[in-house]
């Protein structure tokens, strides 16, 4: 009896029904873009709250001491307890070589080099030293460095000239870019502030040349190198003394946190980390304009301060984007099509 051989059909009709049942909801979430997002949301709110603000390579770095008793006329007095490298501060990271914490916040020391980029080249004064502080309202960087002639007044005839320093902030910080720090460039300009003993009725009395606002530093944007914008009403205030023992000049800039707006004026508020560069002409050498010793871009980084509004608004703006990021992740999920079932062999 010949044996009758299944077809196709009466196979398939011999075998049981394939249920395909839908995966567990975990496992779905699991599957879903969802814990990656809350993963960086999460990694994001960390970095915010340990105040992980990388800035730049450079090891160097000044750190602006929180002084909320400190007034505004300490901070522009040398002789004032604020400017002691042993005053304590309860804020202070740092630690000795043992890794023992210090509590007081060390004189940043700064090394310098000639410019070399334009005409004149040139500029010989080999570091400084420097500190900051700030109120709730004012802050003040304190620059110190060694030069054995104390000149006040231009000579030109003798190739003689003013005493200066400045300060070189970006005016907007991007992440990621630094503005080139010989006077910045046309899309990425920085602040300069620049004192000059011929300015200075501290030291130079009633010989001094007057500015228009009548003080010895001239707050200046600059757009790139050999340009200077000039920009009223914003100088700094400053104080400056020379220490004929140890031929010392001592320089304080002081100036509101907050001035004019970003265009004219770096911003700073507590917390933040920027940049901080220096330059430093020596008159009795021949060093004025682009003649002059200059820093790299250093980490300048503030305190925290007293930032309760602040940190009410952080909260308040990473909850609101989370929320919107929720939402939307709902209803992408919901809107979406479901991924199609594999048919049955």
């Not at 228009?212 to 205030?237: C, E, M, R």
């Not at 917390?271 to 220096?278: E, K, L, Q, R």
């Amino acid at each position: 009896m010949e044996q009758q051989l299944d077809t196709p059909q009466s196979i398939q009709e011999n075998q049981p029904e394939i249920t395909v049942r839908p995966l567990p909801r975990w496992q779905r979430l699991l599957r879903s873009p969802l814990p990656v997002l809350v993963a960086a949301f999460a990694l994001a709110l960390g970095m915010w709250m340990v105040d992980f603000q990388p800035v730049s390579s450079d090891s160097t770095k000044l750190n602006a001491a929180y002084e909320p008793t400190v007034s505004d006329s300490e901070l522009l007095n040398l002789k004032s307890p604020v400017w002691s490298e042993d005053r304590k501060n309860s804020l202070s990271k740092e630690t000795d070589a043992n890794g023992n914490p210090t509590g007081k916040l060390s004189t940043t020391v700064v090394p310098l080099s000639a410019q070399y980029i334009a005409p004149e080249q040139g500029g010989s004064i080999l570091q400084l030293r420097a500190r900051a502080a700030f109120n709730d309202k004012t802050m003040a960087v304190l620059v110190q460095w060694q030069d054995n002639t104390k000149n006040v007044f231009s000579e030109v005839g003798k190739n003689i000239y003013t005493d200066s320093v400045a300060v070189e902030f970006p005016l907007i910080l991007l992440p990621g870019h630094q503005p080139f720090r010989c006077m910045g460039q046309p899309d990425s300009q920085v602040n300069i502030w620049q004192w000059k003993a011929e300015r200075d009725p501290g030291v130079a009395g009633d010989s001094r040349i007057v500015t228009g606002s009548g003080k010895a530093v001239k707050n200046y944007v600059g757009p790139g190198i050999g340009f200077l914008q000039d920009t009223a009403n914003l100088d700094p205030d400053s104080s400056a003394s020379y220490d004929e023992a140890t031929h010392t000049w001592s320089v304080i800039f002081s100036r509101p946190l907050s001035l004019g707006d970003n265009k004219t004026a770096a911003q700073f508020n507590p917390g933040d980390a920027t940049t901080i560069a220096f330059a430093v002409w020596d008159g009795g050498n021949g060093e004025r304009l682009s003649k002059k010793a200059v820093s790299t871009w250093v980490d300048f980084v503030l305190q925290p301060g007293n930032t309760t509004t602040q940190t009410i608004i952080n909260f308040a703006t990473i909850g609101g984007i989370g929320l919107v990021g929720l939402i939307a992740i709902v209803i992408a999920w919901r809107v979406l099509p479901a991924p199609k079932k594999p048919a049955a062999a």
